[in-house]
T-cell receptor, first 113, second 110 residues
């Protein structure tokens, strides 16, 4: 049983570019949450997708958008990249919106130059 | 506003017991979770407390006092593999989202 997978593992972009990160949830999970984790900090909640709709959103600008597909996989898009967007982006899945145990993927390390 | 406070670093000896604290301030509270994250790894779920008291799972125990807005994670019989960062996270606020602390880095010495 595959756990949560994310791609790519690492990514280098320049300021102003756009990036798309991908996540496949654990088998049997229908809810995907995205987090941004800066070095030495805790994860910051970006948004959560359930039934192909954004259900909750953290304090992130509209440059951050997402999508969930019918197979429950998800994408995180970031437009007009800033240096401060450099971070580890984590995807977590759970069976249902309010399940308190989330399963995390290994993350995508984004570097913006 | 919502905030969580955790000590930045704790040092303990292999085989000993260590307690890592978490205090929180949220507009609504539904429960306190604990996650472990090794360097370069993904966070892994350890425990969840919705009610006051102690929850035990093997060498790990988690405690919650809602009246004090306080919780802690207790690790017994420390092993070198327990060296990691430990995060508390509160499910609360108006939209039920998970708010994370900055984490406590646990350093274990032989």
């Amino acid at each position: 049983d595959a756990g949560v997978t994310q791609s790519p593992t690492h990514l280098i972009k320049t300021r102003g570019q756009q990036v798309t990160l991908r996540c496949s949830p654990k088998s049997g999970h229908d809810t995907v949450s995205w987090y941004q984790q800066a070095l030495g900090q805790g994860p910051q909640f970006i948004f959560q997708y359930y039934e192909e709709e954004e259900r909750q959103r953290g304090n992130f600008p509209d440059r951050f958008s997402g999508h969930q597909f019918p197979n429950y996989s998800s994408e995180l898009n970031v437009n007009a990249l800033l240096l401060g967007d450099s971070a580890l982006y984590l995807c977590a899945s759970s069976p249902g919106q309010v399940n308190n145990e989330q399963f995390f993927g290994p993350g995508t390390r984004l570097t913006v130059l | 506003g919502q905030s969580l406070e955790q000590p930045s670093e704790v040092t303990a000896v292999e085989g000993a017991i260590v307690q890592m604290n978490c205090t929180y301030q949220t507009s609504g509270f539904y429960g306190l979770s604990w996650y472990q994250q090794h360097d370069g790894g993904a966070p892994t779920f350890l425990s969840y407390n919705a009610l006051d008291g102690l929850e035990e799972t093997g060498r790990f125990s988690s405690f919650l006092s809602r009246s004090d807005s306080y919780g802690y994670l207790l690790l017994q019989e420390l092993q070198m593999k327990d060296s990691a960062s430990y995060f508390c996270a509160v499910r609360g606020g108006s939209n039920y989202q998970l708010i994370w602390g900055a984490g406590t880095k646990l350093i274990i010495k032989p």
